[in-house]
């Protein structure tokens, strides 16, 4: 299931809220939580929620068994398998499919190719898995000893099947104590309504521009490459956080507190800092899990930096594009590195808008082609001379003039200027507090408005 | 959008929170509780049903997922809240290009024709075309509808669909003819020719509304179809082409396009016919012996796939037209069996207005219509969905016409011709099929 469907909004979601409210203490409402969560889950993946319970099992032992064993041999051992285990399986159900094809490659292997359809939300709830157990190793968290407690945290509906990747120790406490206020209620609802708004109202929007920019790469000039790109950007930005909204939203409202996976990315000034804006909770994950892991002796610095990116592209998808996406932002944060933070400084903060706007929008052309030859047009179309525009490009431009603008104001912290601005000033206080029910009504009606139009399978081909 | 403000006013959040919660079960009991729809018209298919149980079902997914699929497909008033998103919330994204009420929209990847592009493109160029469309959210499965009122679904075409883009200017729906194989096309219809010997071979390749009525300003966003068409004449060798291009133009000011859809009118069949039955010198009736028909507040398929408020607004009124004589037609199918006895138009009884089909009828099934003209000609017409609005007109020209369509045909076609013992074929499809994915279809119809 995903959160941009009315069934989610107006039938999963009243009755699992209603079902929550109406259950007496943590554990009873953690049961609920759990129930819902394995509903939600099996909803899309009737078969794969045996793989979830399985790793669920696994990782749930292994933490068990790290914690009677103390810090010893046995304990890593136990780490180390646990972890490979679950790399393992996401390479199965992930990547087999990929790594056989390549190695198809090699003149007279003729492998049969795995056909493994993606089970929903692997990549986070088993990057979740192994930070837990690694985190159990290290003695950060202690090993959870109810079962049921482990799966809500490996299963919890809001963060499963797209993020953020929610750190054991985030919400070790909130499972066993946690209490939803009027306040978190009310802030976690408004979070909900403004990621569903973001997914569908402009995200959903930005993909038709950016598919008409990009489709049609071939004959593309430089100006719709580059505004294909851009355009796509702002989709899937608007797309990702819109979803880690809906998950920070849900989980306030059950009387978690996640942490924040977006802080305006577009607002950064070179590339290292647009990824500690940018999914963050991923980013931080491979600093603290893989950048030191020290296979590289001496040179584990760079060693380690270009293997986070490798892991980052490759995490994103089993398609070579992601590895080159991956490589090319480590490419350009080793750069960032060498020339260092105090020197990066000294460069005119409009050349490092610039520039780092500049990689940012090539960089998701990469993730948008998967097709390499596609890539490569787009590449050269990007440096392309000739038209500056075509009059496709500026008709359609023209005819989504306002989404655009909407869409690059967005992508500024305007809600945090607003709030900013209303604790200075009580009369912009009281309006914004006062109005606020009347837009997320709106702006919910809105989304679900647009939904409706979702379903439509218009004449996608013409029939002469 | 409030933020995570520390102190805000406890009773703001329970008024927040009522008021949330009331849309959401407000929306609950609207979704669950009010009739479920069953239809879309404009999308020419049934709506999602409630899925049936069973352990398969449940087990490929197909069960939970078909109960989103049923709330989320059916919901109460759809058609007026599309048509609400269409006509009000639409043009907030932003402006026509060209500012005024009769500006440009564009939807679909447009192919931009460009200096360097040939006149005569390949195949390959058309491919360039397809419409590329991102949803992260499942699709919605559906059913095809079976049963009056709606048509049934047409069968996927071997060779594949047309696919293109639309420029919406001047309150009227433009497809962008991206170009294709017209060499292939022509040597096609030869190959056929030498195949039948004797048979009179006729090539009518006709316009699109694009072709016709694309502003000069905007040229660039399609290949001259004219530029083809007449390519195609001059590469005929033993078939007669048919200068329907010529007649439609003389004839632009009226209403021989539709506007809202991508067919032409029962007008335009009209004078594409009478020049075809002037190049074969055969007898030709005016409109004055047919009896006009007319649909109102007709929207078609540009509207269907694009939305537009512009063409929401500005509905057409579809004529069409009855010959007065007698025919009797018996419709068979792709195999020419299983004859019915039907109406050559499709009886106006309960008619809505939703689509040229529901005048003309559908593609896959072959029609054989029988007229009392007694001059012994009998025409084959292998055609895509263009060649049924012609039907009309010609059964004063011929004694009997066989209407095939080129994608849903089973037979070896030059056996099917010289079986009915036909004295004409005529090959007439829109510049788009001819030169496009179902040219691979017009010449498998040899070899089958």
Known sequence: ?464 | MQTDNKKPGKLLAVVNIITILAVLFGGAAYLIFLPHETVAEDENRRLASFPEFSPKSYIDGSFTGGIADYFDDTVHGRDRIKKFIAADITPLKGRKYGGDEDGAELYGIAFEHSEETPAVTTAAATTAAVTHTTVSSPAVQTTAVTTAPIPAEEPAAEGGEINSNILVVNKRGLPLYPGGDVQGYADTINEYKKKLGDVNVWSMVVPTAGGLYIPSNYKSLAVDEKKDIDAIAAALEGAVPVDAYTSLAAHKSEDIYARTDHHWMALGAFYAAKAFTEAAGLPFKELSEYEELHLHDYLGTFYGYTQSPTLLNNPEEFVYYRPKNEVTVDQYDTSFRDPLDVALLVPSDNMTPSGYYYVFGMDNRIAHVHTKTGNGRKLVIFKDSYGNALLPFLTYSFEDIYLCDMRYFDLNAVSFIKQVKATDVLFSMCTFSATGPNLNCLKADMYK
């Not at chain 1, 890593?76 to 390549?102: M, P, W």
């Not at chain 1, 993020?163 to 802030?187: A, C, H, L, M, N």
């Not at chain 1, 610039?354 to 440096?383: N, Q, R, W």
């Not at chain 1, 601005?421 to 507090?433: D, E, F, G, K, N």
């Open chain 1, 1 to 464: 299931m995903v959160f941009s469907r009315l069934f989610f909004i107006y039938i999963f979601l009243p009755v699992c809220l209603g079902a929550y409210f109406l259950a007496r203490g943590t554990k009873m409402k953690n049961n609920v939580l759990l129930l819902f969560s394995l509903a939600f889950y099996a909803w899309g993946e009737p078969v794969y929620v045996l793989l979830m319970l399985l790793s669920a099992v696994i990782n749930y032992t292994a933490g068990r068994l790290i914690g009677r064993y103390g810090d010893s041999r046995k304990s890593r051992i136990t780490a180390g398998l646990a972890v490979f285990t679950d790399i393992a399986l996401l390479g199965v159900f992930k990547y087999s499919g990929f790594i056989v094809e390549n190695i198809n490659h090699i003149p007279s292997v003729e492998l049969p190719v795995p056909d493994i359809r993606l089970p929903i939300g692997i990549s986070f709830y088993t990057f979740q898995t192994i930070s837990y157990v690694i985190d159990c190793l290290w003695e950060t968290v202690t090993p959870q000893k109810s079962f049921r407690k482990f799966l809500l945290y490996v299963s919890l509906f809001p963060q499963l099947v797209a993020g953020p990747i929610v750190r054991y120790s985030t919400i070790e406490k909130e499972i066993d104590e946690r209490t939803s206020s009027i306040t978190d209620i009310s802030y976690g609802l408004n979070r909900v309504v403004l990621g569903l708004a973001k997914k569908v109202i402009i995200a959903d929007q930005l993909g038709i521009v950016a598919d008409s920019l990009l489709g049609g790469i071939e004959n593309a000039t430089a100006a719709a490459a580059w505004t294909g790109a851009a355009v796509y950007a702002m989709q899937i930005y608007f797309d990702f956080s819109g979803y880690s909204d809906i998950a920070i939203g849900l989980g306030r409202v059950f009387g978690f507190h996640f942490d924040e996976n977006f802080r305006h990315p577009f607002m950064c000034r070179d590339i290292t800092e647009f990824w500690q804006r940018w999914h963050i909770s991923l980013g931080t994950f491979f600093r603290d899990y893989l950048l030191y892991v020290p296979i590289f002796g001496k040179r584990r610095k760079y060693g380690g930096l270009f293997l986070v990116w490798l892991c980052t592209g490759i995490w994103h998808g089993a398609s070579w594009n992601f590895v080159i996406w991956g490589l090319y932002y480590g490419l350009f944060i080793f750069i960032e590195t060498l020339i260092g933070k105090k020197r990066m400084k000294k460069i005119p903060l409009v050349i490092r808008h610039i520039y780092s706007k500049a990689v940012i929008i090539a960089g998701f052309g990469i993730f948008y082609f998967e097709d390499l030859d596609k890539l490569g047009t787009f590449f050269t179309k990007l440096f392309s001379t000739g038209r500056l525009i075509g009059l496709q490009d500026r008709i359609l431009l023209v005819n989504n003039v306002y989404l655009l603008i909407l869409a690059v104001i967005l992508t500024f912290p305007i809600i945090d200027g607003i709030r900013r601005i209303s604790q200075r000033s009580a009369p912009v206080r009281t309006a914004a507090a006062v109005s606020l029910p009347a837009v997320s009504a709106a702006l919910l009606l809105l989304t679900s408005i647009l939904l409706v139009d979702q379903t439509s399978h218009p004449f996608l081909y013409f029939r002469f």
